[in-house]
């Protein structure tokens, strides 16, 4: 019954971190690595030090994001269409408008993505997966960016 009452009493001073805050944004130095307690499911969990693998899977996709930008120009100077709307209009407004906000909305996506990326969604799935699927997923349209850019070459 005591040990029962402690571990109430624990939980209840254990403080939740606000969405933002120095050891996330890389001001203060913090030495969490990993998960430290169980926690409650649904309970966000975060940490001072990221993992190589996570850091190399952001960079991966930062790079990934400036080849989409570049072959979606190519493709578009070889007579392609932008489907997306909103870059279509970026692009007709200016080049470097579209590039400047294609990477800013895609490095303040991943920076929010590695902050929560221990962040249970649903079951076993974290927010950290998210990024993997993100990795993949433009991959793929690389590839398929490229596959069009080789089609148009043919012709």
Not at 13 to 28: A, N, R, T
Not at 29 to 53: F, K, L, S
Request: glycine fraction near 6%.
């Amino acid at each position: 019954m005591r040990s029962q009452f402690l571990t109430i009493a624990v939980r209840s001073v254990v403080k939740v971190p606000p969405f933002f805050c120095s050891f996330h944004l890389g001001i203060k130095a913090g030495r969490r690595i990993g998960e430290r307690r169980t926690t409650n499911r649904g309970e966000p969990v975060y940490v001072d030090c990221y993992a190589a693998h996570l850091m190399l899977c952001v960079i991966g996709i930062l790079f990934l994001s400036m080849a989409d930008a570049f072959f979606t120009l190519n493709i578009l100077a070889n007579g392609g269409e932008e489907l997306n709307w909103f870059m279509a209009v970026l692009i007709e407004d200016s080049v470097e408008k579209f590039v400047i906000f294609k990477l800013a909305l895609t490095s303040l996506a991943l920076i929010l993505l590695v902050i929560h990326h221990n962040v249970r969604l649903t079951g076993r799935m974290r927010v950290r997966h998210l990024k993997y699927m993100v990795l993949i997923g433009y991959s793929v349209l690389v590839g398929y960016e490229l596959h069009l850019l080789e089609l148009a070459a043919a012709y």
